[in-house]
């Protein structure tokens, strides 16, 4: 069963991430170094750095997992890749926006997939590999109070 519901911060951190993945994509497949790249590029790295913001307010039992380790490097990752565009290394650039694009798009997207997780649960259940509830059977945990 899930932890979480479909709450303001979750819908903006995955609809910000989905985001991402197609604009993320849209980059990697277009002519690099035009005006229209650096545009896209930048508004990819604005919204990666809100999607990893907002993470930090999503944690299960009040506690950080495994997964917010890409929270952190996420934005560094980034930082970096921006610093290696602006100093015209554009193969180490390359190399760590590519970097970034797997590791924080891709391997995370996998995380999400999974039954125990919010849209795990949900394609699961679409999927009929899981059961279908009612919201009256799902119990839902209440987030520790501070």
């Not at 990752?77 to 590791?103: D, E, N, P």
Request: with cysteine.
């Amino acid at each position: 069963m899930p932890y979480f519901t479909w709450e303001p911060r979750i819908i903006a951190h995955a609809g910000l991430a989905a985001t991402c993945v197609v604009l993320g994509a849209t980059l990697l497949a277009r002519k690099k170094g035009s005006i229209s790249h650096r545009i896209l590029g930048w508004t990819w790295v604005i919204l990666m750095m809100i999607v990893a913001l907002i993470s930090f307010w999503i944690k299960e039992d009040g506690n950080f997992t495994l997964i917010h380790v890409l929270s952190v490097v996420t934005p560094i990752m980034l930082v970096i890749g921006v610093y290696r565009a602006r100093t015209h290394q554009v193969k180490k650039h390359r190399a760590t926006m590519i970097g970034t694009y797997v590791g924080a798009m891709i391997v995370a997207g996998i995380f999400t997939f999974l039954p125990n997780r919010l849209i795990g649960h949900w394609v699961w259940q679409q999927l009929g590999l899981l059961p279908q509830e009612t919201s009256q059977q799902v119990p839902q945990k209440t987030p520790p109070q501070p």
